[in-house]
């Protein structure tokens, strides 16, 4: 099976596995694990943050800043396809008590400044008032789409100016980065708060890093206790971690494959490809999704639904070149 529905399903490579078996480990609940702290100083200074906090996922990251910067009752403003919005089986509802504002972004998942200013609502005697802002980048839902700096900073800008905090959920911001040839500092420029995650393109076999200032993961490492994720000798996890935050240059081998497969699929009848900019490829499907998905699995290829007509392929490390040249072979014969 060429396995693309996701670059979540990597195999950590050799030199992971004996990371994890060689870390030197302490309990991270009381702050005494070495490999710990290492990865989030590298991983803050990175991100161009203050500090960073180990967690197990990007959702747990992504909830673990929604709850951290907000009240209960207060709204988060948020775009209608956002992962925090759609996958994230309502967790801010359920951890936050955060009534979401969804707002319409562009074909490219992007915010408008705007657009922001429209959706913030004040405290007063009747309204919620608006505790965040939320940002995705890359965004999944648009197929990957790598939002240039300016166009994260504008938006950010525009809810600073009333007051508002930011969180950017990077899950593949160096995907972003590496698209936009930028170092990830410059992803984050604008924003008080980023997740991202080390277990999808950079390959590490779990957990997320999410950065911010010192007094603001001060104040996420108590919630991350609170949702159960106060880890011990989890140097073990975070020795692979530091190994992916040395992967982000080889995502745009993952763009190129993205884009010779995208190439590769445009030519079959019965397929409508999105030019990807990142590791994702969009196929619409003439067929449903299902129908479709169905025989790329019987062919040897797998992939996810989207929408009932939208299919998501993803490359990353476990598919190289050859891999993909025949994957679309097999996709070719679907078809
Ligand atoms: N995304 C997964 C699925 O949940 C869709 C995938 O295969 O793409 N933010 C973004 C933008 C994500 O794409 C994901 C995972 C997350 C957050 C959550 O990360 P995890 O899976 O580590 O909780």
Redesign the pocket.
Known sequence: MIDL????VTRPSDAMRESARDAEVGDDVYREDPTINELERRAAERLGMEAALFV???????QVAARTHTERGQEIILERD???YR??LAGLAQHGALQTRPIDGNERGALSADAVRAGVVSADDHRPGTGLLAL?N????AGGTAIAPDTIDAPARAAHELGVPVHL????LGNAAVAHDVPLARMTREVDSV?M?L??GLGAPV??VLAGSQAFIERARRVRKLLGGGLRQAGIVAAPGLLALENVDRLAVDHDNARLLAASLAELPGLSVHEPETN?VLVETERTAEAFLDRCSDAGVGG?AFDDHLV?F?THWDVDREAIETAAERIAGVC
Do not use: L
């Open positions: 529905r996701s670059d979540t197990p996922s990007g959702t747990m990251g992504n956002s992962h925090i996958w994230e995705e890359t965004h999944n839902a959920d990077g899950a593949r997740m995650c277990s999808k957990g997320s994702i996810v998501r993803t």
